[in-house]
């Protein structure tokens, strides 16, 4: 294929830098002739993944998220293909990651993971598997000296060109980052954040990329990936034991791993869960305003054990299930680990 220069025009577009180099493709970012809007362009460099790029350009032409890069327009029969993809202004998770190591705000962290998160809902809703979640494929449309006032809408998941639909596997042009493969077993994607059974060859769901999910969780909150059994708090003591909770049924065997991308929203976001309780409400810590968090003076519900954006306690005691001593909270009628039927607590 022919090399690109600063200057040539794709389609309307006239590229202006390339920002983005993958094992199979570039990207560019490029402005229209015209009306001067600005997006990225992939262009595959080997004519081996012309096909991959389409079926890439589809799979996110479906995808209609805020959370999702969006996709303009696409021609895999032009001279050269290509893909145009709404342009992200803003760093990667990757590199806010490696910019601020483990002094990556708790509740930045969280709000990045929901956006993560709910992009995943909707590509798992539409029958896609990403297959290669990772920080370089979250792109934060913030600037990153502002990261403590990132919002869900700032957060924007991309190449989605490992997707797997029904099985089977498209390989695509990388965005942003660099593709692992394993040599012997022929798998795509990033093997440090890949899951066992991804690793293994089997058949994926969408709980593949909550695996991966709680690699990114335990990243940011420590700056480095988990190795072991240690929990985030063990690196960090000031993660509040609902994300040690959440890491650990991500980073879980397939049984035991969360079942969704929503039910791991729900376990990352103290006080969105509402029910029967099983146990009477904990009062909150003595001189604390039930309607503040005493740390950071922001707003907070009723029973919230834990400041969405500071990560405080806000209760005396966080309720333990009695058979694993997971950390429970007091609308659970189950333990979302082990099953155990908590009613008879009440």
Not at 170 to 177: A, L
Not at 243 to 265: C, I, P, V
């Amino acid at each position: 294929m022919a090399v690109l220069r600063e200057g040539d025009r794709i389609h309307n577009y006239l590229l202006e830098a390339r920002v983005g180099r993958g094992s199979f493709g570039d990207v560019w970012r490029a402005k229209h002739h015209v009306f001067g809007e600005v997006v990225a362009i992939k262009i595959p460099t080997d004519p081996q993944y012309v096909r991959n790029l389409q079926r890439e350009g589809v799979a996110i032409h479906g995808l209609r998220h805020p959370n999702i890069v969006r996709a303009v327009d696409l021609d895999p029969y032009a001279d050269p293909p290509y893909l145009i993809m709404e342009f992200v202004e803003g760093p990667s998770l990757r590199e806010m990651i490696d910019s601020l190591g483990p002094g990556f705000p708790i509740p930045a962290a969280v709000v990045v993971l929901r956006g993560i998160l709910r992009a995943l809902s909707a590509a798992h809703d539409g029958g896609l598997v990403h297959r290669d979640v990772k920080p370089a494929n979250v792109l934060l449309q913030h600037p990153a000296e502002k990261i403590d006032s990132i919002t869900e809408q700032s957060v924007k998941v991309t190449d989605f060109g490992l997707g797997a639909v029904s099985g089977q596997t498209m390989q695509s042009v990388m965005q942003s980052g660099s593709l692992a493969d394993d040599p012997g077993k022929g798998i795509a994607g990033t093997w440090a954040y890949m899951s066992p059974e991804q690793k293994d060859g089997s058949p994926l769901d969408g709980r593949s990329d909550l695996y991966s999910c709680g690699i990114i969780l335990f990243e940011m909150l420590t700056g480095e990936r988990p190795q072991g059994f240690d929990l985030p708090s063990a690196l960090q003591s000031n993660v509040p034991p609902h994300l040690d909770e959440a890491f650990r049924r991500s980073y879980a065997r397939l049984d035991r791993r969360f079942q969704s991308a929503a039910e791991m929203l729900a376990a990352i976001s103290p006080g969105a869960r509402r029910g029967k309780n099983f146990d009477a409400v904990i009062p909150p810590m003595a001189g604390a305003d039930a309607s503040k968090c005493p740390s950071c003076a922001l707003p907070i519900d009723s029973d919230d054990q834990f400041c969405i954006r500071c990560g405080s306690q806000l209760v005396a005691a966080v309720p333990r299930c009695p058979a694993c001593r997971a950390y429970l909270h007091h609308s659970d009628r189950f333990c979302i680990l082990c099953g155990k039927d908590l009613r008879v607590l009440a």
